[in-house]
């Protein structure tokens, strides 16, 4: 699939940011080979991979954020973009051109996301697939604060979206600000949620007025941007 264009606009200024979203299946291609579009060092990691949920993984999560970088930096050939990751797992983007960009992804069940976006504009990407099984465990470990509860004992969304909705909107919170949940995850939770759309919340966050989320389920799962509280995106990324 092709990458999505963003508009970004922040006060008087805008940027571009490009989504990519990237399935399992499409792994099969001849140009989603791992030679295709990984560097030698990127290649040497993934060899070291033992388990194949791993490699899936890394696969899947790097092809997103090459292709939304590619998008952005007009890089046809993916192997010339390196994404490393720093101290805290953060994904770090090289390339000749590629001074003050960034990139966030996530890979669940099959599917990855990443968006690449200017770096002075932090931003991070989550998506999960909530089972209903898992959600309760789930629920029990967020540290809800008040609002969240409301917005759960309210009913209006079903417990299994509403806990992906709390999880991914942390977890993006933590990626945009580099700790990803190296934290109490009260620390990262909502301190207001609204309807933004069908199946669509928008939400700020209690502790960091300086940032705020979109969320958005699909298909069993959601998908969480956090990015600055005066930033608007021109459309709402596409996950599927
Ligand atoms: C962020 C984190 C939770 C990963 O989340 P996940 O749901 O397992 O995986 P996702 O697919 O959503 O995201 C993985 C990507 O997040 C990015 N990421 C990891 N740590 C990051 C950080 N500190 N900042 C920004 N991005 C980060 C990476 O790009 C990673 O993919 P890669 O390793 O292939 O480059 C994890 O790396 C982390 O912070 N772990 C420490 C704490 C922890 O494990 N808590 C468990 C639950 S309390």
């Not at 040497?44 to 997103?64: E, M, P, S, T, V």
């Amino acid at each position: 699939m092709k990458p999505q264009a963003i508009a970004l606009r922040h006060g008087d200024e805008r940027r571009q940011a490009y989504f990519a979203v990237v399935e399992e299946i499409e792994l099969n291609a001849n140009e989603a080979l791992p030679q295709s579009f990984l560097s030698e060092s990127e290649l040497a990691r993934f060899g070291a991979l033992r388990f194949a949920a791993k490699q899936q993984g890394f696969l899947l999560g790097r092809l997103a954020a090459k292709r939304a970088l590619g998008a952005l930096l007009a890089e046809p050939d993916l192997r010339r973009i390196e994404i490393r990751s720093g101290a805290y797992g953060q994904p770090l983007a090289q390339h000749p051109r590629s001074n003050g960009l960034e990139v966030t992804l996530s890979h669940s069940h099959g599917l990855a996301v990443a968006l690449a976006y200017p770096g002075e504009w932090p931003m991070g990407v989550d998506l999960e697939t909530v089972a209903a099984t898992s959600a309760a465990t789930l629920l029990g470990d967020l540290q809800m604060t008040t609002a969240e509860q409301a917005w759960l004992a309210a009913g209006a969304v079903n417990e299994v979206t509403a806990c992906g909705v709390l999880w991914t909107a942390r977890e993006a919170l933590g990626k945009s600000m580099k700790i990803g949940l190296n934290c109490p995850l009260g620390i990262l939770a909502l301190g207001r949620i609204e309807v933004a759309g069908a199946s669509a919340w928008a939400g700020l966050y209690a502790n960091f007025p300086q940032s705020r989320c979109l969320s958005q389920a699909l298909d069993g799962r959601v998908l969480s941007i956090a990015m600055p509280v005066e930033m608007e995106l021109g459309c709402w990324p596409q996950p599927g």
